[in-house]
């Protein structure tokens, strides 16, 4: 059973930086695509970064150049390095993993239909 569990959320000021940890376990395919999704209440998903096997990475527009999504296989852990953090940056995040990628707000993401989903982080930031 594929199991995903993040850490690494918190309160931090505009500016500031956070880390986000999600283990992955129970997973065995050399096929994946990783990604990681936020979403703030009363707001559709937002799709943050992603990474695939294919080694394809993919970032939403405005996080490019502040977050960096990273692999280490050999702890099985995605990570979502997050600088810069603005305001609009707060929202709950989770990371999603999946055998395949779908195209999904311009760029490659784990199929949110089909993806093992983590139970999420609080991230928030105050100005």
């Known amino acids: 059973q594929v199991q995903l569990v993040e850490s690494g959320g918190g309160s931090v000021q505009s500016g500031g930086s956070l880390r986000l940890s999600c283990v992955v376990s129970?997973?065995?395919?050399?096929?994946?695509?990783l990604g990681w999704f936020r979403q703030v209440p009363g707001k559709e998903r937002e799709a943050v970064a992603g990474?695939?096997?294919?080694?394809?990475?993919t970032y939403a527009d405005g996080v490019k150049g502040r977050f960096t999504i990273s692999l280490d296989n050999a702890k099985n852990t995605l990570y979502l390095q997050m600088n810069t953090l603005k305001p609009e940056d707060t929202a709950m995040y989770s990371c999603?993993?999946?055998?395949?990628?779908?195209?999904?707000?311009?760029?490659?993401?784990?199929?949110?239909?089909?993806?093992?989903w983590g139970q999420g982080t609080q991230v928030t930031v105050s100005s």
């Open positions: 999603a993993a999946d055998l395949y990628c779908a195209y999904d707000s311009g760029g490659w993401y784990p199929r949110r239909g089909f993806a093992h």
């Open positions: 129970g997973y065995t395919s050399r096929s994946y695509c």
């Open positions: 990474i695939s096997s294919l080694h394809s990475i």
